[in-house]
């Protein structure tokens, strides 16, 4: 499973209003198909890395809904048939639970989010539909909001088909309940998916820093391969000189399997060990066939 970083962001793709790129996005995509991988599309509602005629606008509730519903048709009707899935709306509400205050929310209402499932459902049918947070590994106000979301979309009969938890994380410091958070998404029908994980520390990375962040990553691991319903783990890039955390959190990183040589570190073989131990269930369908 590859997901695109940046590549199918709102910034990238409609940087001029109704003006469509996908280079970069259609880049990614090939490339993964041509290595037997599929992608995981990322994101169409977030609050962040939007183009300024957009954050700049004075739009109503109508015309706001108007441009939410033509980027989702023209990304995902672009992409219609060659993802897995599609991370809808993503980081959508505060630490406790309420709502994050955001163009989509303060303008539309909670309204968005059925919208943009709805939408993103029309232009690409066959893909799988994801919310998408951090902090929302363990049970707890924000995961719980997320879960209460999902029971009343899934009433209004919104095509809401995952749950991903982000999972970027800290050495020594794992949420608990991963399991039972997993299973109570999983209950109501829902994929689950840990979507871009990273587990970082204070540097200077230690041998004991890395043998905590060794057992972390196969707590993770053995939290998905428990229930079925969890179907897939994927990495927040594949080595730590291309890690996000370093330029966000001062002091800290060295947080993925692979270090900044590009050699797999005490968390590779945790992982390693987890998957090969595991008893496979069913199959996965997910894959792209031109």
């Given at each position: 499973m590859v997901t695109p970083g940046n590549a199918m962001k709102w910034d990238t793709i409609e940087?001029?209003?109704?003006?469509?790129?996908?280079?970069?996005?259609?880049?990614i995509v090939s490339w993964a198909h041509n290595h037997t991988q599929t992608v995981r599309g990322h994101t169409f509602v977030w609050h962040s890395q939007l183009p300024s005629w957009l954050t700049s606008g004075s739009w109503t509730n109508?015309?706001?809904?108007?441009?939410?519903?033509?980027?989702?048709?023209n990304e995902g009707g672009h992409y219609k048939g060659q993802l897995y899935a599609w991370d809808v709306?993503?980081?959508?509400?505060?630490?406790?639970?309420?709502?994050?205050?955001?163009i989509w929310y303060n303008t539309i209402g909670t309204a968005f989010v059925p919208i943009a499932f709805n939408a993103a459902h029309a232009a690409d049918p066959s893909a799988k539909l994801y919310m998408n947070d951090y902090n929302v590994e363990g049970t707890g106000s924000k995961s719980d909001a997320y879960y209460a979301l999902a029971q009343t979309l899934l009433a209004q009969g919104v095509p809401l088909h995952g749950m991903g938890a982000q999972a970027?994380?800290?050495?020594?410091?794992?949420?608990?309940n991963l399991i039972s958070?997993?299973?109570?998404?999983?209950a109501l029908g829902l994929e689950f998916a840990?979507?871009?994980l990273d587990i970082r520390m204070t540097l200077p990375a230690t041998d004991a820093l890395l043998a905590t962040q060794a057992s972390n990553y196969a707590s993770i691991t053995t939290a998905c391969v428990s229930n079925s319903g969890c179907v897939g783990i994927t990495v927040w890039d594949t080595s730590d000189d291309y890690s996000w955390i370093p330029s966000v959190f001062s002091g800290q990183g060295a947080a993925l399997l692979f270090d900044a040589n590009n050699q797999p570190k005490p968390a590779y073989k945790s992982v390693a060990d987890v998957l090969a131990a595991a008893t496979v269930t069913g199959s996965f369908t997910g894959w792209y066939t031109p």
């Open positions: 940087a001029t209003q109704n003006v469509f790129s996908y280079s970069h996005g259609d880049y109508s015309t706001l809904i108007s441009i939410l519903q033509n980027h989702i048709a709306v993503n980081e959508i509400f505060n630490e406790d639970g309420t709502w994050r205050s955001t970027h994380l800290i050495v020594g410091s794992l949420p608990g958070n997993i299973a109570r998404f999983v840990y979507t871009e």
